[in-house]
Nanobody, 115 residues
Framework: QVHLVESGGGLVQSGGSLTLSCAAS????????MRWYRRAPGKQREVVASINGGGRTDYADAVKGRFTISSDGTKNTVYLQMSSLKPEDTAVYYC?????????WGQGIQVTVSS
């Protein structure tokens, strides 16, 4: 069983920054890729950023230039650095790992951006 544990969320003012962490219970090199999703109140879940085994990254248009996804294989951790945060970034953020056969999800962590 793979466990993903998110941390680093909280309340921040508009224009501020936060860094989310996702710690995996096994080597992240076992996954094809990892993603951060979010679900805002009243909206569907959406992918925010992804990173594959080769280090290629992709971002949703809404966060390009403001968010950065990265990974540290020595710590089995994926990060999401968020800057210039906006109230519309308020959501529960989820870490996701693509294990080819199975997908794994973290429990989610709240990020609230006040105006």
């Amino acid at each position: 069983q793979v466990h993903l544990v998110e941390s680093g969320g909280g309340l921040v003012q508009s224009g501020g920054s936060l860094t989310l962490s996702c710690a995996a219970s096994m080597s992240i090199f076992n996954f094809n890729g990892m993603r951060w999703y979010r679900r805002a109140p009243g909206k569907q879940r959406e992918v925010v950023a992804s990173i594959n085994g080769g280090g290629r990254t992709d971002y949703a248009d809404a966060v390009k230039g403001r968010f950065t996804i990265s990974s540290d294989g020595t710590k089995n951790t994926v990060y999401l650095q968020m800057s210039s945060l906006k109230p519309e970034d308020t959501a529960v953020y989820y870490c996701n790992a693509d294990g080819v056969i199975y997908e794994y999800w973290g429990q989610g962590i709240q990020v609230t951006v006040s105006s």
